[in-house]
């Protein structure tokens, strides 16, 4: 294969990454948004995160098009296969987290007024935690950095540490106060969509740990308790 | 290209779709048997659902390592290539239902025996019209009958209002007994669950679709209450 050829690819590949990078940082802000309005009542905001998720889809399926074409083109093998598969993978890890966004931001829409701010705050102290996780592992994405990828992938038990605690916290509210329920349901379920979002920062972390090391982090070795 | 590299590549096809076609009968069953779990507080069946997710996340990367394969040797285009992606994203599809199937188990295993049967039937309710929209999808995609297709991504509705009703009915038995409050938490991501099942088999019957017609199923004209 010529250097030409070698170089195009390598270019491919880069471009490919930098917008994976870019659906990645869209969707970062649509998570700390979308927890933004649930904590300041903020209509607009919710609205405004709904709004970027098309936007979302739309980059998935680009790069989705762009694989389809990269491999049948190039027929990538070995250290390359692996990154035009972990892009495949991430894109589509993303997407699914900016849905999740978009759904924090309809149920946002949806709350009583009244909502007390314990319950509005316990969503919103989740979004720091989980929005760095997501943090983390584009850096090591950028990076790759298979440490860091790994920190992201261990520390996973922590974001559902504190689910369980907000899992709890939450049924106290709705036990205290009937009226509460429903509202109260809804934030059970933002809470649970930011769990989610921290399994899917998990599941990118152990494609950007495969493209990098050619191995999979096996599930007996993450410090679970 | 010769007759004979044609048919190999129509006999991979074939072998991919079948898998697919396998993988799908077992996350069918899955769906019926969580809720079944439910419904009889049956704990060994619950048990069991949740120990055939491994198989179904296994054959999801087996078809996905023939499908990168298949891409790079063969590099098909328009129909073929159209054929390959949706096993693709039906595989994903149905590895996101055995998942979801699972955790369904999960939270079978952690209900309170006195739940009352009325929430166990609601959940268990909606497990006959979910596994239905999953069996005719899978039939439309063996079949390659768009029109079939078509006919699940319009009955999504139905799901949908099965779902809020069940919602609703479930906030009143916690409301009427505070003490069912956790368990009608359980319950209520249960029937999520289910909800969610339908909306992937709906993204199938959009990729059965396009498959088949090369055509997109266009949300304005789905049937929306």
Redesign the interface.
Known sequence: MSDHIVSAFTEELESLSADILRMGGIVEEMIVDSCQAVLHNNLDLAADVIDRDPQVDRMEAEVERQI?SL???R??MAHD?RSV?AALKVS?ELERIGDLSKNIGKRALNLDTAVSPAMRSGVARMAGPVSRQLHQVLNAYASGNAAEARAVWETDDEIDQHYNAL?REM?TY??ED?RS??DG?HM??MA?NLERIGDHCTNIAEFVFFQITGENLVQQDRPKQ
Chains 1, 2 share one sequence.
Request: hydrophobic content about 65%; overall charge positive; glycine content about 4%.
């Open positions: 389809v491999i049948a083109r027929q990538p296969l598969f589509g899992f049924l709705m036990i009937p329920i429903s349901a059970l379920f649970k």
